[in-house]
């Protein structure tokens, strides 16, 4: 609908400006004199042309008055031709006047059409300079609406995109159902909240996974620990060389089985080495950033960084921060406590919520992977946010901390300041 008022209103406002440049240069801005008026001033000013100086202008023309010899005889008013040549120039109307017969001199009657076309002239260009202003403040507003509808929109699912794909799927996209991307953004984030769904499903597969493989592994285990023992006692008894070297061959292949299952226990944390991590230079400023951008709901205050050089990645920076926040809106909602100093030869960033805390017999182990509170149970989540923090903020020479605070729970983040990490590479 307001697409449709701005092009309308563009367009009545071209038309009229086509209108006006139309009317101006097909009008004739020539103006004919009065006949009558011009008869009539020419017999008043004969009949009283020897009292001129109480002759009164009753036609209503501008006029100058001369006699032969080019003198001024009378002037209805200032600035009109006072000589035949002026007059010529001006194309005035030039009338020679008679008395008894005799000429005596001159009448100038002015020509109105100029000043008529000046006028003209200047309520033309001051029309079309108030369309153009128009048209300037209508597209300004119409570019606005457009970056307001569609390239704002664009840009945010640009920054989604970029999430997803680093699988961040715990910040849902903002939605204005009433722009034109209403319901696109809307299927945007559905998918966003399916594939939260498929990960939350996938990492309880995997917790479900690690849980069998333990299973498997005690059950494994101590059969083979039985065959292994019986081996060992058949071995001493043996009464042959060859007998005693199949027992411990038997021994020899119960080893390799327990050796395999423990490499089956451990293999499902070794995934982490696909995540790659590339630190490097990155102004301080470039955190406020980061940290606004994590604070989606705004529940802090991001407090001024100090101008210092930080050894990190960006994009992963990134995701601990988002992690972060997701986690204490998820968990806490409450407002959130944001704090930033420097610690030695690291940047500190401490967030701290108000809702309680944990036991704590169990912070120790949320850094561990599919590890969480268990007074949390009802809420979603595949407790591996803190897992992949802690790798990123190791990998980036950096920590993450987790404990109790005064109010709820508190998680600092210490960032390598570039000069002090480099020298220590």
Not at 152 to 181: T, V
Not at 322 to 341: G, M, Q
Not at 365 to 372: A, N, P, V
């Amino acid at each position: 609908m307001k697409q449709r008022t701005f092009l309308a209103i563009l367009l009545l406002l071209f038309a009229a400006e086509i209108l006006t440049l139309a009317i101006f240069a097909l009008s004739d801005t020539e103006t004919l004199q009065d006949s009558v008026a011009v008869n009539e001033a020419v017999h008043s000013v004969q009949d009283n042309w020897d009292r001129l100086a109480q002759h009164k202008n009753a036609a209503g023309l501008s006029y100058v008055v001369l006699d032969l010899d080019g003198n001024v005889r009378y002037r209805t008013k200032d600035g009109l031709s006072e000589t035949k040549n002026q007059a010529i120039i001006h194309r005035d109307t030039i009338l020679e006047l008679e008395t008894g017969g005799n000429a005596v001199g001159w009448i100038l009657i002015a020509n109105d059409s100029i000043p008529a076309m000046q006028a003209q002239k200047r309520h033309t260009a001051l029309f079309l300079a108030i369309a153009a202003c128009l048209q300037g403040c209508i597209c300004a507003g119409y570019l606005l609406y457009i970056h307001h509808t569609m390239i704002r929109p664009f840009s945010q699912l640009k920054g989604f995109a970029e999430r997803i794909a680093d699988g961040n799927l715990d910040i849902p996209l903002e939605m204005d159902r009433r722009n034109l991307f209403g319901a696109f953004t809307e299927a945007f984030d559905l998918m966003r909240s399916e594939l939260k769904k498929a990960r939350i499903a996938q990492a309880k597969a995997n917790a479900d996974k690690k849980e069998l493989v333990a299973k498997l592994s005690h059950d494994i285990k101590t059969p083979v620990a039985s065959i292994k023992a019986a081996c060992e006692v058949g071995a001493v008894l043996a009464e042959t060389q060859k007998s005693r070297d199949n027992y411990v061959q038997i021994i020899r292949k119960a080893d390799q089985i327990h050796t395999l299952i423990t490499n089956l226990f451990t293999a499902a944390l070794e995934e982490l080495s696909q995540l790659t991590v590339t630190p490097g230079c990155m102004e301080g400023k470039e955190l406020e950033v980061l940290l606004l951008n994590a604070d989606y709901l705004h529940r802090t205050a991001v407090p001024a960084v100090p101008d210092c050089l930080l050894y990190a990645d960006r994009l992963r920076l990134q995701q601990v921060f988002d992690n972060l926040f997701a986690n204490s809106y998820k968990y806490a909602d409450t407002r959130i406590d944001l704090t930033v100093c420097q610690d030695g030869g690291c940047l500190a960033v401490t967030l701290e919520d108000y809702g309680g805390g944990i036991s704590p017999a169990e912070l120790p182990l949320l850094k561990e992977k599919f590890k969480r509170g268990t007074n949390i149970k009802d809420i979603e989540g595949s407790g591996l946010g803190l897992y992949i923090s802690d790798y990123f903020m190791k990998e980036m020479h950096g920590e993450l901390t987790v404990e109790n605070g005064k109010h709820g729970f508190k998680a600092t983040v210490k960032i390598a300041l570039e000069g002090i990490c480099q020298s220590t590479i």
